[in-house]
Nanobody, 122 residues
Framework: QVQLVESGGGLVQPGGSLRLSCTGS????????MAWFRQAPGKEREFVAR????????YYADSVKGRVTISRDNAKNTVSMQMNSLKPEDTVVYYC???????????????WGQGTQVTVSS
């Protein structure tokens, strides 16, 4: 079992940058596909980015491609997401997730963090 804790959310101006981090417990962190999802009030949770256990393979949603970079440090049980050129529509709660499949399907992720709020506003 994996427990995930996100950090790094906050308030940022449009065009600014933010780095989200997620730290997981357990010795098997490197075996999990890690992903970031986000959810706006009243909307479904949507996929943002994912990274394979090795860190070699990554995939991004079209809405963030070119603005977001996901990375991981298995020695520190951490996955991070650097977000640049932030827009007001990026204002949502971001969730870290762990699963066994390299997929954007949120139902395939078994473990979730509590979420961290990102607000993009001037």
């Amino acid at each position: 079992q994996v427990q995930l804790v996100e950090s790094g959310g906050g308030l940022v101006q449009p065009g600014g940058s933010l780095r989200l981090s997620c730290t997981g417990s357990g010795r098997t962190f490197s075996t999990y596909v890690m992903a970031w999802f986000r959810q706006a009030p009243g909307k479904e949770r949507e996929f943002v980015a994912r990274i394979a256990g090795s860190g070699v393979n990554t995939y991004y949603a079209d809405s963030v491609k070119g603005r977001v970079t996901i990375s991981r440090d298995n020695a520190k049980n951490t996955v991070s997401m650097q977000m640049n050129s932030l827009k007001p529509e990026d204002t949502v709660v971001y969730y870290c997730a762990a699963g066994s499949l390299f997929t954007a399907n949120r139902s395939k992720y078994n473990y979730w963090g509590q979420g961290t709020q990102v607000t993009v506003s001037s």
